[in-house]
């Protein structure tokens, strides 16, 4: 199992966290999905470790920004 | 042709400004909503006046309130 944590900008309501939550939770292997909303902080648990490349594009794909 | 403008608190994001179009466009009557996120206001137009007391419950439904 991998835990991976990154920071995304631009969500503001509960409605951005779901958003992100359901494109990130569409990836392959991905087990779960969990989001701090004051902080941006997106907890990823999967099978197998998932390229940045993929976060990030499902984080686009939500409207949103993946920080650094 | 009715139109009212209203103030809703509590939108932060496209996906607010949504729900809350969504809710108010149920009420029987309403033709159009507009919604101006910076400021919160909501213009409702009907074809015969609403009661506020249905605005707000659309509202309140969504998840926000009606100012004042």
Redesign the interface.
């Known amino acids: 199992m991998s835990e991976s944590t990154y920071t995304v900008t631009g969500m ?2 509960e ?2 966290v779901a ?1 992100v939550t359901e494109e990130i939770s569409e990836i392959d292997g991905v087990n779960a999905v969990a989001v701090d909303l004051p902080t941006g902080a997106v907890t990823v648990t999967s099978t197998l470790p998932v390229a940045e490349a993929r976060i990030r594009a499902a984080v686009e794909e939500a409207g949103y920004q993946l920080a650094g």
Chains 1, 2 share one sequence.
């Open positions: 503001t309501c409605h951005c958003s």
